[in-house]
């Protein structure tokens, strides 16, 4: 997660974190395709501002170690 302490729109400091958010629910998209399992989903934190309602998702280590081009990431230039 980013160490940023102040919201990147409204510059507020009024900022909460919610982890072990799953990246594959069951009804919605596949948010890290590649980095779950069959039984597990990858996991993800939130950090949302308070006074803007910004929301702002970071995948955690394990899931960024399978964000790979074999697993169809591909690198922006």
Not at 60 to 67: E, M, P, T, W
Request: with cysteine; charged share 20%.
């Amino acid at each position: 997660m980013a160490t940023r302490k102040t919201c990147p729109d409204c510059d507020s400091t009024n900022l909460h974190v919610h982890g072990g958010i799953a990246a594959k629910g069951g009804y919605g998209p596949d948010l890290l395709p590649g980095t779950s399992g069959i039984f597990t989903s990858a996991k993800m934190k939130a950090v949302v501002c308070k006074d803007c309602g910004l929301v702002r998702f970071y995948a955690s280590q394990d899931a960024l170690a399978k964000i790979t081009s074999e697993r169809g990431w591909q690198r922006l230039l």
